[in-house]
């Protein structure tokens, strides 16, 4: 007889007939050019859809900070945040590769910094590597990591941690000098050992250019269809806020779970109010001859209490 679990347990040992994707999967699919498919998910239901799903590579982004923690930026994130994401996410993610990011201040300081952090994500977060931000001022870090034998996704172009420094969420590469330097970067990563490098807010034809000139995936992220793969927050994909809240220009909406989440909760509010929730069909039974000695008993409890009362 199958066993029984509650609404909230989780998963048991196995939901997927997939095989378990691993570096050289990617690396495999990058030599074929079979484009890799990255989503970003925060925690156990959301890595749960993209990973049933099919997805390759599931993110667990410093995103997370404003889509699951509500905070303003993702520079506001910690390395404690991301472990406890991270846990949650890898709890539903049975076949994907799963990457983390280090957080602002994890990393910047040193190769050791960096190379504590990721040992910290992958032997606490249970992740399977990790991304970091920067091109050539982080090739130390990146070599220090992989030297401890974790897997580096890259980040170079728009680095949402540096946006500061950039004057705001801006295009990167629209200039001669521009495209040089996400060139110079991500030819700078590759050679400090990263597996991949994503490559965000790049013209189109950049991307493509620079993707030709790597041995190492790109995954981009606005930055058009020339690269060896896509990468998209999974909230902003399916539609999970309200329309009017800002999206990208690259975004594209795939599903409107807002509207599907909003629709389900005015209903199940409004069956409350109107007494058809709950139904028969959401009830337990109880047989009529128990019910009939347990009124009995009650009857008796109230005759006692009453009397009680009266002394």
């Known amino acids: 007889m199958p066993s029984r679990a509650s609404s909230h347990s989780p998963l048991?040992?196995?939901?997927?007939?997939?095989?378990?994707?691993?570096?050289?999967?990617?690396?495999?699919?990058?030599?074929?050019?079979?484009?890799?498919?990255?989503?970003t998910a925060h925690d156990f239901p959301s890595a749960h859809a993209a990973d049933t799903s099919g997805i390759e590579v599931i993110l667990v982004g410093d995103s997370l900070a404003m889509v699951a923690l509500g905070l303003p930026d993702t520079n506001s994130v910690t390395l404690e945040d991301m472990l406890?994401?991270?846990?949650?996410?890898?709890?539903?993610?049975?076949?994907?590769?799963?990457?983390?990011?280090?957080?602002?201040?994890?990393?910047?300081?040193?190769?050791?910094?960096?190379t504590e952090s990721a040992i910290r994500?992958?032997?606490?977060?249970?992740?399977?590597?990790?991304?970091?931000?920067?091109?050539?001022?982080?090739?130390?870090q990146?070599?220090?990591?992989?030297?401890?034998?974790?897997?580096?996704?890259?980040?170079v172009g728009l680095t949402p941690q540096r946006s500061n420094a950039l004057?705001?969420?801006?295009?990167?590469?629209?200039?001669?000098?521009?495209?040089?330097?996400?060139?110079?970067?991500?030819?700078?990563?590759?050679?400090?050992?990263?597996?991949?490098?994503?490559l965000e807010a790049v013209p189109a034809e950049v991307a493509a250019l620079v993707t030709k000139k790597l041995r190492i995936p790109t995954i981009?992220?606005?930055?058009?269809?020339?690269?060896?793969?896509?990468?998209?927050?999974?909230?902003?994909?399916i539609g999970n806020y309200p329309p009017g809240r800002f999206l990208p220009k690259f975004v594209k909406r795939f599903g409107d779970v807002w509207g599907e989440t909003t629709r389900a909760i005015q209903?199940?509010?409004?069956?409350?109010?109107g007494g058809s929730y709950p139904a028969e069909e959401h009830t337990y039974p109880m047989p009529k001859e128990e019910f009939a000695e347990f009124e009995k008993v009650v009857e008796n409890m109230s005759r006692t209490v009453g009397s009680e009362e009266e002394q």
């Not at 890898?90 to 994907?96: I, P």
């Not at 994500?121 to 130390?140: I, Q």
């Not at 992989?146 to 980040?155: C, D, E, F, Q, S």
């Not at 209903?267 to 109010?273: A, F, G």
């Open 142 to 155: 990146i070599r220090g990591v992989t030297r401890a034998g974790i897997p580096v996704l890259a980040h």
């Open 167 to 198: 004057g705001g969420f801006r295009v990167q590469g629209k200039s001669v000098a521009g495209a040089v330097k996400v060139l110079r970067d991500a030819l700078a990563v590759q050679e400090a050992g990263a597996w991949g490098v994503v």
């Open 267 to 273: 209903s199940y509010r409004e069956e409350v109010k």
């Open 220 to 237: 981009g992220i606005g930055a058009g269809a020339g690269c060896s793969g896509q990468v998209l927050v999974q909230v902003d994909m």
């Open 12 to 39: 048991g040992p196995s939901t997927t007939t997939r095989k378990k994707i691993t570096l050289p999967t990617l690396q495999a699919m990058h030599r074929r050019h079979d484009p890799i498919t990255m989503l």
């Open 121 to 140: 994500m992958v032997k606490e977060g249970g992740v399977h590597g990790v991304k970091l931000e920067g091109g050539v001022d982080v090739v130390e």
């Open 84 to 114: 406890v994401h991270c846990r949650s996410v890898m709890r539903g993610a049975q076949a994907a590769f799963v990457v983390g990011d280090l957080p602002m201040g994890s990393y910047e300081l040193d190769a050791r910094q960096a």
